[in-house]
């Protein structure tokens, strides 16, 4: 009995160290003194008068009682001065010093009380002012995606105007004109299967040039490098004066334009087809027929360019070869990309590196899967993959007819109900179980919209600058500029006529 109850008594005094213990740390870590916490407080009762004075104060404010807001908010500072005063000298506040201030404050409480500022008062202004709030920061957030997305559609000054002194300088230099295609060893190497092809689709000059001279200057063997560049008939002058006036250590270039494919038409190619539909162009181009409910992300009249779908019709575009990897314009390459071209697909199409690292880069974020054309042939689950760095066989393309497969789904989208914008959903349609993942190295995503890891940009062998935020423009991440910056000559004296900078 005797040990039971010691047993008892050495229990209740740990427990009641215990408590202590904890109770001093609660204190230290709020900042609460002694005196505070006593019931006859007046330091404490001084704080919570003025805690439900400012409550009070929004609103009196919100009830355009401004001469009430304006003396409650004076008592407010006399009672702040006193607890700071307090606080200097390391001494309580006495009921002496402090009567006037707590009667005075206490008189305005209850005025605001007669005054209908109860707790449900408060409580139903504040829930509608928070609403006000919420409604004025998703009004604010709209805006702002809107106007950022118009800022990263605009063409920057300085290349619009570079693109119009190239455009001068190939019609009147017939010397530029030929230099491309001027040699045939060069029309030899443009089919040689045996080196390393790259194809960009683009309508930016410094961009794709960015692209290729990165790419040149961290290659091991540049003169095996070939580019293929497709751009529109506007940019194809100025994109061959440019790599005509050029060099990128050894790299074959060579610009097409894609009005110049035949097999490119209505007939074949669902977009083009799409384009003559009265529905497609009021959505991309008026937004007149939903009320304006569809972002406007989602009504960017890019996702129609055929630079954007270009991407399907690779086989198309460069019949002779084998293996091709595809670059998007706003990369920037830093590591030699030639073992890309010796990685084994396992039988597969493409070669990209994954994104489900995150739930929201599965399939169900990018396909609408209420629809059951979707949802009986795609696992929501599937893991998302990205375009701008891929590696193609082409042989494996024509054999599965991939661009068939393509075909079969951008026809079947024309309401827009399987997804909603982009090459990216029809993309992982066409190459479902097509598709080989390669390490994550090979493709660093986020550059133009995210903080990325220091770590991962370094190790990263091609950098995406993948957002709105594009490093040649004025909203491009100044932390990532850098990355790109040092792939343009500043002192190219076509840049310097522009103003690029």
């Not at 001065?81 to 008189?107: F, K, Q, V, Y």
């Not at 040149?216 to 194809?236: C, G, Q, W």
Request: aromatic share 12%; hydrophobic share 40%; with cysteine.
């Amino acid at each position: 009995m005797y040990l039971l109850l010691d047993h008892l008594s050495q229990n209740r005094i740990h427990y009641v160290m215990q408590r202590s213990y904890k109770h001093n740390q609660i204190t230290d870590g709020l900042n609460v003194t002694e005196e505070m916490l006593s019931p006859n407080s007046i330091t404490r009762q001084l704080s919570d008068q003025i805690s439900l004075a400012k409550a009070f104060v929004v609103i009196a404010k919100e009830s355009n009682n401004l001469q009430f807001a304006w003396e409650l908010s004076a008592q407010i500072r006399n009672s702040q001065i006193l607890l700071s005063n307090s606080a200097i000298r390391r001494a309580p506040l006495t009921a002496t010093e402090t009567e006037t201030a707590i009667r005075d404050m206490a008189l305005l409480l209850y005025q605001a009380q007669q005054q209908h500022y109860d707790s449900a008062t408060m409580i139903m202004r504040l829930k509608a002012k928070i609403q006000s709030l919420e409604e004025q920061a998703t009004s604010v957030s709209e805006k702002s995606s809107k106007y950022g997305q118009i800022a990263a559609e605009e063409v920057p000054k300085s290349l619009y105007c570079l693109g119009i002194r190239l455009t001068v300088e190939w019609f009147k230099n017939s010397h530029i004109q030929n230099k491309l295609t001027e040699d045939n060893h060069v029309v030899e190497k443009l089919i040689d299967n045996n080196l390393y092809h790259f194809c960009v689709f683009s309508d930016n000059i410094l961009a794709t040039s960015v692209v290729v001279n990165s790419t040149a200057l961290n290659s091991i063997h540049p003169d095996m490098v070939v580019f293929h560049l497709v751009t529109d008939e506007v940019n194809y002058a100025p994109m061959k004066a440019w790599f005509s006036m050029n060099s990128f250590r050894g790299v074959t270039v060579e610009v097409q334009k894609f009005e110049d494919f035949s097999w490119l038409n209505a007939s074949y190619v669902p977009v083009l087809k799409q384009l003559q539909d009265s529905d497609t162009k009021n959505y991309y181009f008026s937004g007149s027929n939903d009320g304006s409910r569809t972002p406007i992300k989602f009504r960017n009249p890019k996702y129609l360019s055929m630079l954007n779908h270009l991407r399907f019709y690779i086989p198309e575009v460069f019949p002779a070869l084998k293996k091709v990897v595809f670059l998007d314009d706003d990369v920037v390459v830093q590591k030699d990309l030639a073992p890309l071209f010796s990685t084994d697909l396992n039988g597969n199409v493409n070669g990209a590196v994954e994104t489900c690292m995150e739930t929201f880069h599965r399939y169900h974020k990018y396909l609408n899967y209420s629809h059951p054309l979707i949802r009986s042939h795609f696992d929501p689950d599937a893991c998302g993959w990205a375009f701008g760095m891929n590696i193609f066989d082409l042989v494996q393309w024509r054999k599965r007819n991939v661009t068939g497969i393509y075909h079969y789904w951008q026809e079947r989208n024309v309401d827009r109900t399987l997804w909603k914008l982009g090459t990216l959903p029809p993309g992982l349609l066409t190459f479902y179980g097509l598709t080989e993942p390669l390490d994550a190295k090979w493709h660093v995503l986020g550059l133009g919209y995210t903080n990325v890891d220091h770590q991962l940009i370094e190790k990263g062998a091609v950098l995406h600058f993948n957002g709105n935020s594009k490093p040649w423009l004025k909203i491009g991440m100044e932390r990532y500029k850098p990355l790109w910056d040092k792939y343009v000559d500043y002192m190219n004296p076509m840049l310097q006529m522009c103003n690029v900078h």
